[in-house]
């Protein structure tokens, strides 16, 4: 039936009596093998240059248990059919819709037009696509279907679910929603715009808190008593108040702290004061295992010192399991040629064991905290006690590390840098295969086809495009015909990463003829450096663009002006003195004509 709508070839049912089409919707409605095979479709135009109104199907057979109705129905209208209805018999005035149903809007008017019903008003605005990921329930599905994620509710899905159990917050999101407005460009929003308008939402309001790894460096500080102290629990929200902290002769930081310490420097202990560091003992691989310090809490100059979190050792500290995400999909956007399924990153998850101040035992699911210089987290899983009767250990406090928008993980834990990195360089190198060796893909077909080829296509349509306007030909034409321009410049932007300009097309095709001519005599002399793609000629032209608006400046306008017009007098002194010569008259005697 779809090869049938593309190549506009009516149907061998399209003609039937009516008595045939009752008796095989009878059918349909039974589920008998024959009706499971039959649809209702519209009777409109298989020769309508809008493909939407070739004879569009209605109703369809879908022989499942329905989650309300059960077996009743076997026959459902299609969204096609049944939107348009609904919205006019429930009093929608304004229909919004993102543009890639503008081709449908004839269609839909035309169900109305058909039962004369009222028409609501359509608006059109952009969908709101997100890089590294896919948005298509059925792609979803597979996720969740091949084990990928846990569930629709996995923090990395781009489901409701999801996000806000990764700790984006429903204020986050209307904000965010808010902020983009409605607008007909077609956007490709990155993931960090959307956590950055989170973390301005979390950031006031979220207590500070302190973890440091499993394996961390007992740092023995003489002199100091246990006892505890006072700390705010945000720096610039006083109205959350305060707690208390455990202090002891034995501190523990992380391992990347303790291996910056030096002997003789000052290392401020947030929310405590400054040490003195007098010995670091490292392993035989230069590795520290232990720190001896001094404290020094009268220094309060706490500029150019090494800062670090810390926690007591004799404290009850309270195990923590960390979970840090990264994307499943690892091509930034995926073509409309792309199999998603190749791009799918098996690595996206990262367990990392921490021990948590004593104060984490009370968190509840659902609350956001920032740990210092380790980032936000939420609460997915409570520190549980009472598991120690079953399994001999209490469930650990489960956090997920949430997102803040910024570029930079240098304030993470090194493991989990390594592991952002790894996953970079891998997406990195799937990309760099697949544009060494994947066609660029038209009609289905894998022929390769060059930047050049496709921007000689879009020149064709360009041109076919601004004919059908001149002649004022019908919109669903002209949409059409916009339609395949548009694709064949994301084709364009595909296989020479840059956007299709003119002018780039231009310089492209007269290099192009350049390498022929060049390749008929036997050389490249007329094939500039022997260049060959866009972007050294873009480099090139770019650079000779800055040279000409330099000799545009004011200034050297004006010098440069001065200069041809001293050279222009003084030629025409030397042809007046030849003049003179020529005439018997000596140099420096003016003819009288003159």
């Not at 499993?214 to 006083?238: D, M, Y």
């Not at 010192?305 to 195990?319: D, E, F, I, N, Y």
Request: hydrophobic share 35%.
């Amino acid at each position: 039936m779809k090869l049938q709508r593309e190549q506009k070839q009516e149907s061998a049912n399209r003609n039937n009596t009516v008595e045939r089409n009752l008796s095989l919707w009878q059918e349909m409605q039974q589920g008998t093998p024959l009706g499971l095979k039959c649809c209702v479709r519209a009777k409109i135009s298989m020769e309508a240059a809008n493909g939407c109104m070739r004879d569009p199907t209605l109703y369809r057979c879908k022989d499942m248990i329905h989650p309300r109705t059960g077996s009743r129905y076997r026959v459902y209208p299609t969204y096609d059919f049944a939107c348009p209805i609904v919205d006019s018999v429930e009093g929608v005035t304004h229909a919004l819709r993102t543009t890639e149903y503008h081709d449908r809007d004839e269609q839909y008017f035309w169900v109305l037009d058909a039962l004369n019903l009222r028409k609501p008003y359509i608006y059109e605005y952009s969908r709101l696509n997100l890089m590294h990921t896919v948005l298509s329930k059925r792609k979803l599905t597979w996720f969740v279907d091949t084990g990928v994620v846990d569930g629709w509710d996995d923090p990395r899905m781009p489901t409701v679910r999801g996000v806000l159990r990764r700790g984006m917050t429903v204020e986050a999101l209307r904000q965010f929603i808010a902020a983009q407005g409605s607008s007909r460009s077609v956007v490709m929003m990155d993931w960090d715009k959307l956590w950055a308008f989170n973390k301005k939402v979390v950031d006031p309001v979220a207590p500070r808190h302190v973890a440091v790894a499993e394996q961390s460096v007992p740092v023995t500080v003489r002199g100091l008593q246990a006892g505890t102290i006072r700390v705010a629990w945000h720096p610039k929200n006083a109205s959350l108040g305060d707690h208390e902290v455990d202090i002891g002769p034995e501190l523990l930081v992380d391992h990347v702290d303790a291996n910056c310490m030096t002997v003789g420097s000052n290392v401020t202990f947030i929310g405590f004061g400054n040490l003195r560091i007098v010995e670091v003992h490292r392993d035989a691989h230069g590795v520290p295992v232990s720190v001896l310090a001094e404290t020094n809490l009268e220094d309060r100059n706490y500029k150019n010192t090494l800062k670090v979190t810390w926690l007591c050792s004799k404290a009850q500290l309270v195990p923590c399991t960390c979970f840090f995400f990264d994307h499943i999909i690892r091509k930034a956007v995926l073509t409309r040629d792309d199999d998603f399924k190749q791009f799918v990153s098996k690595n996206t998850k990262l367990k990392v064991p921490m021990l948590g101040d004593p104060l984490m035992r009370k968190l509840r699911k659902g609350d956001i905290i920032q740990i210092q210089r380790k980032g936000y987290f939420v609460c997915d899983q409570p520190y549980d006690p009472d598991t120690i009767r079953h399994v001999g250990q209490p469930a650990p406090l489960v956090l997920f590390f949430v997102p803040d928008g910024s570029q930079s993980i240098t304030t993470l834990p090194q493991v989990v840098q390594d592991f952002y990195q790894q996953n970079k360089l891998d997406a990195h190198h799937q990309g760099s295969n697949n544009s060494n060796s994947s066609p660029v893909r038209q009609g289905g077909g894998s022929v390769q086809v060059t930047a050049e080829e496709i921007g000689a296509k879009i020149k064709d349509v360009g041109n076919h495009v601004r004919d059908l306007k001149s002649k004022k030909a019908d919109k669903a034409t002209i949409d059409a015909a916009v339609s395949q321009l548009l694709k064949l410049k994301a084709e364009y932007k595909e296989a020479s990463g840059t956007e299709w300009k003119p002018e780039t097309a231009a310089s492209a095709s007269k290099l192009e003829k350049n390498k022929g001519a060049a390749a008929k005599e036997g050389g490249d002399a007329k094939v500039p450096n022997g260049s060959t793609s866009l972007q050294e000629l873009s480099a090139k032209i770019t650079d000779t663009g800055n040279r000409v608006r330099e000799l545009k400046a004011p200034r050297k306008r004006k010098n440069l002006r001065s200069t041809q017009t001293l050279q222009n007098r003084t030629a025409e002194v030397e042809g007046r003195v030849q003049g003179t010569e020529r005439n018997g008259l000596e140099a420096g005697c003016c003819p009288s004509a003159v």
